[in-house]
């Protein structure tokens, strides 16, 4: 059975930084992307970033120059380094496994594995 669970989350001031991370396990056929994707009280789940088996990065346009996403295959872990974080990132962080379709990266329904959440707060 897949798991994922992430962590790293908590409480920052504007300008600050946090790293999350995300541990799988229990694959049979790793999974080809790996994404982070976000949700704040009253919004739909937003793709923040994804990466392939092969390296390669997408990012939402909100993120970009500001968060990396990276991956350690023999760990299983799957990063997310947020920078110049702003109240607008506060949200609950989700990581998620899948194999979605050509440009569907930031797509959560592409998306068969996600783990329970861990909550980023940025204040003011």
């Not at 897949?2 to 049979?28: D, F, P």
């Not at 991956?71 to 496994?97: F, G, I, P, V």
């Amino acid at each position: 059975q897949v798991q994922l669970a992430e962590s790293g989350g908590g409480s920052v001031q504007s300008g600050g930084s946090l790293r999350l991370s995300c541990a799988a396990s229990g694959y049979t056929s790793k999974p080809y992307t790996m994404a982070w994707f976000r949700q704040a009280p009253g919004k739909e789940r937003e793709g923040v970033a994804a990466i392939d088996t092969d390296g390669g990065t997408v990012y939402a346009d909100s993120v970009k120059g500001r968060f990396t996403i990276s991956q350690d295959n023999a760990k299983q872990t799957l990063y997310l380094q947020m920078n110049s974080l702003n109240t607008e990132d506060t949200a609950m962080y989700y990581c998620a496994a899948g194999w979605p379709y050509t440009n569907m990266d930031l797509v959560p329904s592409w998306y068969n594995y996600w783990g329970p959440g861990t909550q980023v707060t940025v204040s003011s």
